[in-house]
């Protein structure tokens, strides 16, 4: 799903909570999911100009997850040890949203080069 | 444009988000909210989110923003009916809604709202009648 516009954001958000619905993830693992989501979409609107979106259904063992994998071309980070610390930012907000995403999800994976863009996958298992 | 309808009721200022925030959204209804504040003399802003199925750290920080902007203006600021899993992930999160007092629910938020103001005007009256017993 391709993200350009803030308007792109509530759709996308509906579209990651039907899958975690369909998964029969539990309320709170849903809002967390949606909300880690909503943190990288927006950094992704903001910082790299938009970009596209991946939702997957994943299992490992019997366990069910949704793999949500964030893709931009835009100018990359240039440190990603300091962007993933609490309260760091370059705009002017709070600094939460990648550490705050990866503390909501099971799994968090960032690689970005800069000049070339950055690419944030998350998976949230069911019960994890 | 898209925008939040406020109400105004008596002293108060009443809010019901009842659709998906999105960012413009959000900024709107904190410009208008704190217009509303200045232009009807409110003291207090109940705001409810309980339609609201995730709040975000962008949402969270205009929260945050209402609440410092209306204090400003003299005015309380009461969020209510954050549902349960909202609470938690925002906390894992890290997000603390600073500056906002919180209620369950619209009724409690009413007697709160009250409470913080009705208590001020008390004392006021108070020092009126003091003043007045010295004379």
Redesign the interface.
């Given at each position: 799903m391709i993200i350009q516009k803030?308007?792109d954001?509530?759709p996308f958000?509906?579209r990651v909570?039907e899958y975690a619905v369909k998964i029969g993830m539990s309320?709170?693992n849903?809002?967390?999911l949606?909300?880690a989501a909503?943190?990288l979409v927006?950094n992704m609107l903001k910082y790299g100009n938009g970009g596209n979106t991946v939702i997957e259904v994943v299992s490992k063992g019997r366990e069910n997850g949704i793999r949500l994998s964030f893709i931009d071309k835009g100018p990359g980070i240039k440190d990603v040890e300091l962007a993933m610390k609490?309260g760091y930012s370059t705009g002017r907000?709070?600094g939460?949203?990648l550490?705050?995403?990866k503390?909501?999800v099971s799994e968090f994976d960032i690689k970005s080069a800069v000049g070339k863009g950055t690419t944030v996958t998350i998976i949230k298992w069911k019960n994890g | 444009m898209d925008r939040i309808p406020v109400l105004q009721m008596g002293k108060f200022l009443l809010v019901t988000i009842q659709v998906d925030l999105y960012d413009r959204l959000a900024l709107n209804l904190e410009s208008d909210l704190v217009q509303m504040v200045s232009k009807t003399g409110a003291r207090g802003v109940l705001i409810d989110i309980s339609a609201l199925s995730i709040v975000d750290s962008f949402m969270g920080r205009i929260i945050g923003n209402i609440g410092n902007m209306s204090k400003i203006m003299d005015a309380e600021t009461v969020v209510v009916g954050m549902q349960p899993a909202v609470a938690i992930t925002l906390v894992e999160l890290g997000l603390e809604l600073k500056g906002v007092s919180t209620a369950l629910n619209v009724v409690k938020g009413m007697e709160l709202l009250h409470k913080k103001i009705g208590s001020f005007e008390d004392t006021i009256e108070e020092e009126e009648h003091d003043d007045s017993s010295t004379d």
């Open positions: 803030e308007q954001v509530v958000r509906n909570k309320l709170v849903q809002t967390k949606i909300t909503s943190e927006r609490d907000s709070l939460l949203g550490p705050g995403a503390r909501l | -």
